[in-house]
């Protein structure tokens, strides 16, 4: 077997190619509609995958204010968080979080289904997501998908 006929390429900051997405969240849940960005903004669904590289594609996620939540996730599910104070720890449920943050949902979601490390942070500031059905990227002429097309 001739080993110079095959190489395995990996794929670098020069070499990726990044795509816009727009998503509407209408009526989705949101552990499935948060795993598929997930992938998305990691770059899995591309053939030229490279677990150390962000080789994944821009996402942006509207109508966040209208995903859905099966059983009693609403008001049973609990989001902590940490003032940095002594006794600062503070908690929410979505109930609440989506009155007050309504793309917050979402975001956490995502974040949690990303790495934790610097490679995650990176990935995650390629996610937009806004409440309402307006964005301000039509510059970037994002495609349009639904979930099933991932």
């Known amino acids: 077997m001739n080993t110079l006929s095959y190489k395995t390429v990996s794929a670098n900051v020069s070499t990726v190619q990044k795509n816009w997405y727009v998503i509407d969240a209408t009526d989705m849940v949101v552990g499935r509609l948060a795993s598929r960005i997930a992938l998305m903004l990691r770059g899995k669904n591309k053939p030229d995958f490279t677990p150390h590289v962000d ?7 509207i109508n966040a204010e209208k995903i859905k939540l099966t059983g009693k996730k609403l008001t049973d599910k609990v989001y902590v968080r940490h003032t940095g104070y002594p006794g600062g720890q503070r908690f929410a449920t979505p109930k609440e ?20 490390n610097r490679l995650g942070a990176k990935l ?11 964005h301000p990227h039509e510059a970037q002429k994002p495609k349009q998908i639904t979930l099933n097309e991932i």
């Open 55 to 61: 080789c994944g594609d821009n996402v942006i996620i």
């Open 97 to 116: 979080l989506l009155k007050r943050k309504p793309f917050a949902v979402v975001e956490e979601a995502v974040r949690g289904m990303l790495p934790k």
């Open 124 to 134: 995650f500031r390629n996610l937009y997501v806004y409440a309402g059905s307006e």
